[in-house]
């Protein structure tokens, strides 16, 4: 089992470095035990879940050390006084320099865990993108996603619906795109809050390399 990536710790939270592949928090069945939090918690006992990150998407995470940290550092989130962004490699190429992705996305009960746009009854989903890069000889194009809301996999669901998967993604890539690469190619890779205590900013960024799954 490979060692958790710890890039920040103080007596209020601390910050990882999820591989992709590795489940936020435990699953349902033994198999799906093994986890950000479990393995946090055989260092650090009082350790709790903060938020998540999809399985397939690596990169940064906020735990938080005992239950008033939690509900300082859940308030943050609420109250979207927490920055992220992630970065992506998508099939096809962008063409705006930057723009904004604001679809409605709901369940798709009947295939749960899969998410879709639905003008009808979705709950209101904002993402900001900027272009990084763009490879014309490979067709894909490097992106920096900014959530405004933070609904499940909207990142993913965004991208796809504007014609733009993310390669290597399970759910929502074309074929080609989902065999374009062994992992999803998204990463956590910065995240920034006031600290739960003293309220002073902070603010981490992780290597955005795409390393393979755990």
């Not at 590795?22 to 006992?45: E, M, N, T, Y």
């Not at 374009?180 to 900013?201: I, K, T």
Request: contains cysteine; proline residues 6%.
């Amino acid at each position: 089992m490979a060692a958790l990536e710890i890039i920040h710790v103080d007596d209020a939270f601390i910050i990882v470095n999820k591989p992709s592949g590795l489940l936020s928090v435990p699953g349902r069945g033994p198999d799906k035990a093994d986890c950000a939090i479990s393995r946090l918690q055989q260092q650090f006992s009082d350790a709790l879940t903060v938020h998540r990150l999809d399985m397939e998407t690596s990169g940064l995470m906020v735990f938080a050390r005992g239950i008033d940290a939690q509900r300082a550092l859940s308030r943050a989130f609420e109250k979207r006084e927490v920055t992220k962004r992630y970065v992506a490699v998508v099939d096809g190429i962008v063409r705006a320099d930057s723009g904004e992705i604001d679809l409605p996305l709901i369940c798709d009960w009947p295939n749960r865990p899969r998410q879709i746009v639905d003008h009808d009854i979705g709950k209101p989903s904002l993402t900001r993108y900027r272009v990084l890069s763009r490879n014309e000889a490979a067709n894909t194009t490097k992106v920096e996603l900014s959530p405004v809301t933070g609904r499940s996999h909207q990142l993913r669901v965004h991208l796809a619906s504007i014609g733009h998967c993310i390669l290597g993604d399970s759910l929502y890539a074309s074929p080609a795109a989902l065999a374009a690469s062994e992992r999803l190619l998204l990463h956590a890779r910065y995240l920034a809050f006031p600290h739960p205590v003293s309220r002073q900013p902070m603010e981490f960024e992780a290597d955005h390399s795409f390393g393979k799954r755990k």
